[in-house]
């Protein structure tokens, strides 16, 4: 099966950046979408940002539309998250998931990682 394992989070202050990575193991990932998903202390797991196998379509959510990015290089079987502009109610667990398709939906999603934890501070 597909595994999964983010790295990067850490402690930055508000309006620092931080760049998440998430490399897959195990069976290759060929042809599935990736997605981005974070759970805050209190809070539901909420969707963050996807990316389909090519890269040519991206979804972000709201909340971080205009300050995060997906990306992710096939060839090394890794999805990554740019976060730029950090705020305070970012902080939350990451975790990145593995879908058929691209998708918003945490429903979609067959594999998922440990998570990483980021922190901000204000």
């Known amino acids: 099966q597909v595994q999964l394992v983010e790295s990067g989070g850490g402690l930055v202050q508000a309006g620092g950046s931080l760049r998440l990575s998430c490399a897959s193991s195990?069976?290759?990932?060929?042809?599935?979408?990736m997605g981005w998903f974070r759970q805050a202390p209190g809070k539901e797991r909420e969707f963050v940002a996807a990316?389909?196998?090519?890269?040519?379509?991206?979804y972000y959510a709201n909340s971080v539309k205009g300050r995060f990015t997906i990306s992710r290089d096939n060839a090394k079987n890794t999805v990554y998250l740019q976060m730029n502009n950090l705020k305070p109610e970012d902080t939350a667990v990451y975790y990145c998931?593995?879908?058929?398709?691209?998708?918003?939906?945490?429903?979609?999603?067959?594999?998922w990682g440990q998570g990483t934890q980021v922190t901000v501070s204000s």
């Open positions: 998931a593995a879908a058929a398709k691209v998708t918003a939906s945490g429903r979609d999603y067959n594999y």
């Open positions: 195990g069976r290759a990932v060929s042809g599935y979408g």
């Open positions: 990316i389909s196998w090519s890269g040519k379509t991206t």
